[in-house]
C-alpha cells in the first residue's frame, strides 16, 4: 500500500506561485513514477505532469509546460509540483498519484493516463484569482 498526502494548495492572485509537494509512504517509493492531475469543478479530472521513477524523464501537458515544474526528492519520498505564473483557469483541486509498475529496463517511462496509477492522495486546493 501506498499513502500519498498532499499540501501546499492555497489561494493565489494571478501571476502568483505556489509549490505543492505529495509525501509518499508505504512501498518503495525510489521505484514509482508520479504524476500530478487536476479537477475543476464541474470538469473531468486532467493530466497536468508526471516524472520516471528514475527523475530523469518529466512530461507535462500542454496547459502548463513552460508554467509548472515537477520535481522528486527520494531521499524524503517526495513530489513537488512548482507553478509559475497561475491563472484562474488553474484553479482546481490538484491530486498526487503513484504508479507502483516498476520496469527497471525502463527508467525514463512518464505514465500519463489515470488508469496507470494505482495510488492517488485526497487533494489540495488552489484557487487563482483574477
Known amino acids: 500500500q501506498v499513502q500519498l498526502v498532499e499540501s501546499g494548495g492555497g489561494l493565489v492572485q494571478a501571476g502568483g506561485s505556489l509549490r505543492l509537494s505529495c509525501a509518499a509512504s508505504?512501498?518503495?517509493?525510489?521505484?514509482?513514477?508520479m504524476g500530478w492531475f487536476r479537477q475543476a469543478p464541474g470538469k473531468e479530472r486532467e493530466f497536468v505532469t508526471s516524472?520516471?521513477?528514475?527523475?530523469?524523464?518529466?512530461y507535462y501537458a500542454d496547459s502548463v509546460k513552460g508554467r509548472f515544474a515537477i520535481s522528486r526528492d527520494n531521499a524524503k519520498n517526495t513530489v513537488y509540483l512548482k507553478m509559475n505564473s497561475l491563472q484562474p483557469e488553474d484553479t482546481a483541486v490538484y491530486y498526487c498519484?503513484?504508479?507502483?509498475?516498476?520496469?527497471?529496463?525502463?527508467?525514463?517511462?512518464?505514465?500519463?493516463?489515470?488508469?496507470?496509477?494505482?495510488?492517488w492522495g485526497q487533494g489540495t486546493q488552489v484557487t487563482v484569482s483574477s
Open positions: 498519484a503513484a504508479d507502483s509498475r516498476y520496469d527497471s529496463s525502463w527508467p525514463g517511462r512518464t505514465p500519463r493516463r489515470s488508469g496507470e496509477f494505482d495510488y
Open positions: 508505504g512501498r518503495s517509493f525510489s521505484s514509482q513514477a
Open positions: 516524472i520516471s521513477w528514475s527523475g530523469g524523464s518529466t
